[in-house]
């Protein structure tokens, strides 16, 4: 084996900085989503993630004091994205911070008259080119629940997106993938999935259903999803992670795509476990 100075600087911070194994055990306990990684992949798991709390600063906002079994629970949920690529692909920032609960995100939109207009809503994350990651602690720590929702997968994988630029749907493709491939996948199946919430959201106000009840969408995603390309590539890679049967069955050519690009294959994970 020929090391580099990258490899004997990462062995010193493993040797130096291992995730204590009682809070490791812990951990992989509350993440199901984790269940059938082999122990191979599941060592890879765990040095990714004490690497990449090295090269992080995760800080509390509000008085919240992240403690080191958060530190590790956010970590690791960062990881599995990056399982089989590498922590490379979190370069070019540093911060997270995290929040007790949802924060409030401040933006400016214009209407169709050109007036800008400045508006706040509650969020439970947020991705910042070349800026940190920001996440609310209630949402990160409610994952195991089989529904397909995980701040934490969603907005690093923003991060992923964001490698080429502004966040768009389409990350850095590896060599041997197809861009045409990737775009004409995601944008049908993008087009098909606005169309499908379009339908549900008609029917909810024809059938006078109170607005917060669930659509009940066949494919279970998030309809927020239909808010951009961008917002339905990392809807999508949560649910990969989360709930890869349903992306397989419903989103089969979106499937074979991410597990292209993650170089993954959750799916066969959950049959085999
Ligand atoms: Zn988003």
Redesign the pocket.
């Known amino acids: 084996m020929s090391w580099n100075f990258k490899d004997w600087y990462r062995h010193r911070i493993l040797e130096n900085e291992s995730i204590p194994d009682d809070l490791w055990k812990k951990t992989l306990a509350q993440l199901g989503f984790l269940r059938g990684l082999s122990p191979i992949e599941l060592k890879r798991l765990r040095e990714c993630v004490t690497l990449f709390l090295h090269a992080k600063q995760i800080s509390g906002a509000h008085g919240l004091i992240v403690t080191e079994e958060m530190h590790v629970v956010i970590a690791a949920q960062a990881c599995i994205l990056i399982l089989n690529l590498d922590l490379d692909y979190y370069d070019g920032w540093v911060e997270i911070i995290v929040y007790p609960g949802e924060f409030i995100r401040d933006y400016e939109y214009a209407d169709e008259a050109g007036v800008v207009h400045h508006a706040s809503e509650p969020v439970s994350?947020e991705?910042w080119l070349g800026g940190p990651v920001i996440l609310s602690w209630e949402d990160a720590a409610a994952v195991g629940a089989g529904v397909g929702y995980n701040v934490v997968i969603?907005?690093f994988a923003?991060k992923l997106d964001m490698l080429n630029g502004d966040a768009n749907g389409s990350p850095p493709l590896h060599a041997g993938m197809s861009q045409q491939a990737w775009s004409e996948v995601f944008s049908k199946a993008y087009a098909d999935f606005c169309v499908e919430v379009d339908a549900v959201e008609a029917m909810i106000i024809d059938s006078h259903i109170e607005h917060d009840i669930d659509p009940g969408l066949g494919s279970y995603i998030d309809p927020y999803a239909a808010e951009s390309p961008?917002?339905f590539f990392?809807v999508m890679s949560e649910a990969f992670f989360e709930m890869p049967l349903v992306v397989k069955i419903h989103f089969s050519a979106v499937y074979e795509q991410l597990a292209l690009f993650y170089r993954q294959d959750p799916a066969q994970r959950w049959i085999e476990s």
Request: aromatic residues 0%; negative net charge; glycine residues 12%.
């Open positions: 994350g991705s969603h907005e923003h961008a917002e990392a």
